[in-house]
């Protein structure tokens, strides 16, 4: 299939306020006119289905917390769904028995969201409804409790409910996204390790140096991420609590202390070593500190993905010439196996949530692209379309991934859908954004 | 760290193109290096102020000025995805030999880089392989392997921006930074 991109269209003026990220950095660092950074949508996509989302009742029209606002920028963001402009919606109805279906059928709508926002005793009812506009079938309705901080969060969780009821996939927009944010121009930059809500709102720093920060990863249970960062003059890998901002050096041993990954239980970490002088594969046990080593090649061994049961983990290394992709038991000297043969370079390999394929940076016609890599067929689908996308990073949901891409010598960020058909690209105002890595579900959002 | 030697030496690095102590220098004063491979020309040093040897502790005079003549020559640029020492930078490393044996007491910390194609951590590998090999140079040449220290960045500080390949032929190499 052909997919073809299409400029996001200027009329979209309505919820352009809601379509943009806005990255507002806490405290001093915002008197920096390099902390503020903004992305926006530049690139739709042209199949996407079209929906529409009416303002919820008992709420003015604009400001963060405007739920239809969220729940639309949301859908638009997965790639799949096309909200109506807000100017065009032809009538407000915020109950069922208010609406007229020839109204969104003119309109070329293939569903309707409709909800409201009401005071009650502990806090705020969020209510909504979808419809399917054709039939004039509700399809879903539901009744949240939440506080008026609280409103951004429902309306995700709203859009999750959507997302899963027209896809049958569940939705990720409750998730989060940690990425490095860097400013300044060599050799004097400044390096911030982030987090924000996956549609880019409430960034905040969890940490930042003017060394080095980079491959951060999140715990399977969300709530520690790992990292890489040169404060000491060398590579160290760190583990930070993020509700705390409690942190812990796990690994700083002679030369390098890289790629951390986590093993599916949260206990061990998969990192890279040098301490013979050249990169190979470990695996650190948390509580233990015991250390047990995977591979002892003379190449460079890096970029461990733990297999979905744990038993093997998936790497980069150039042991045949070139970085390709392989596969090892995480116990000590098991024989590693090569996985991908085509391309002349495919790395960092990061596996799907349904275990089933992994996507990894390849060289695709002499430019660096994100793809998949299916476990099974062994095919290789490349998903982008840049000359530099890298760091690629699954939605909890599997549909979706994030990467880093280059906007002329801008590092940005960028979505893909798995299958490649819908792109969304990000561009930034300042700033080099890089290293996009998708949370997992929230325990409580499953 | 000897933080006073390492202002001294970033004051007399007249030559230094790309300067490996970033915190020492202030953002105004950086430039961008040269597109030329190889050859350094004058960048921070001359911008910072006058060097004085009045921080270089108890060094000699002429382990000082060894080293001053050492600061125009402190880096080796690399090909794509290798890590071979070209035919150019031979007379390189074998000048840092030369003062790293003349003075055994002398360390050398050797900061390996890559430029920004491929992925992050998989770059650090070819950075560390890249001061692995001066290193292993140095070490043929009579050096210490206690004089010496590595680190890889990676892409992570590149000397020069720029997606093309002069910025490429810039950010791929090894610095060496005198740490005594």
Known sequence: ?446 | MKWTHAVAFALLAVGLASCSKPKQVQPETTTQAPVDSGAQTSGLGNETGPATGATAGAMSAAQQQALAALQSRNIVYFEYDSSEIRADYVSVVAAHAAYLTKYPTARVRLEGHADERGSREYNIGLGERRAQTVRKALMLQGVAESQITTVSYGEERPAVEGSDEPAYAQNRRVEFAQVQ
């Open chain 1, 1 to 446: 299939m052909t997919f073809q991109r299409a400029r996001a269209r200027p009329a979209r003026i309505g919820l352009a306020p809601a379509f943009a990220w806005f990255f507002v950095l806490a405290g001093s660092l915002a008197t920096s006119a390099h902390a503020q950074l903004r992305l926006d949508i530049t690139q739709g996509v042209r199949d996407a289905v079209p929906i529409a989302v009416v303002p919820f009742g008992g709420q003015a029209e604009g400001g963060p917390n405007d739920v239809g606002s969220v729940v639309a920028a949301d859908l638009q963001l997965s790639g799949r769904f096309t909200p109506l402009e807000r100017r065009d919606l032809v009538a407000r109805p915020t109950r069922g028995a208010q609406v007229r279906f020839e109204d969104w059928r003119l309109l070329k709508s293939d569903f309707l969201v409709i909800g409201s926002v009401a005071p009650e005793a502990s806090g705020l009812a969020v209510e909504f409804e979808l419809f399917n506009v054709r039939t004039g079938q509700q399809l879903l309705t539901q009744r949240l409790v939440t506080s008026e901080r609280g409103l951004r969060a429902a309306a995700h969780r709203i859009a999750d409910l959507i997302f899963e009821r027209l896809t049958g996939i569940p939705g990720a927009f409750s998730t989060r996204v940690a990425y490095v944010a860097v400013d300044g121009r060599p050799p004097s930059q400044r390096y911030r390790l982030m987090i924000a809500d996956a549609d880019g709102y409430g960034p905040r720093v969890v940490t930042e140096s003017s060394e080095p920060i980079m491959s951060p990863a999140w715990s399977p249970d969300g709530q520690n991420l790992a990292y890489v960062s040169f404060e000491g003059k060398a590579s160290a890998i760190y583990v930070q609590r993020l509700a705390t901002g409690d942190r812990r050096r796990v690994s700083a041993r002679a030369g390098i202390n890289g790629a951390p990954a986590w093993s599916p239980d949260g206990r061990k970490l998969a990192l890279t070593l040098s301490r013979d002088g050249n990169l190979d594969l470990y695996v650190l046990d948390l509580a233990t500190q015991g250390l047990t080593r995977l591979t002892s090649d003379s190449a460079i061994d890096t970029e461990p993905e733990w297999s979905r049961d744990g038993a093997s983990v998936y790497f980069t290394s150039d042991r045949a010439g070139s970085a390709q992709v392989y596969r090892v038991g995480a116990g000590s000297g098991q024989e590693a196996q090569r996985l991908t043969f085509t391309n002349g370079y495919n790395a960092r390999p990061r596996l799907s949530p349904d275990g089933e394929s992994l996507a990894l940076v390849t060289l695709d016609r002499g430019a660096y692209r994100i793809a998949t890599y299916d476990l099974k067929t062994r095919n290789v689908h490349v998903l982008t379309d840049g000359r530099q996308d890298e760091a690629p990073s699954f939605a909890p949901n599997g549909a979706t991934l994030i990467y880093a891409t280059r906007a002329g010598a801008k590092g940005t960020l960028a979505m893909v859908s798995a299958d490649g058909r819908f792109q969304q690209r990000l561009s930034s105002d300042t700033g080099d954004v890089r290293e996009p890595v998708w949370s997992p579900f929230r325990p409580a959002e499953r």
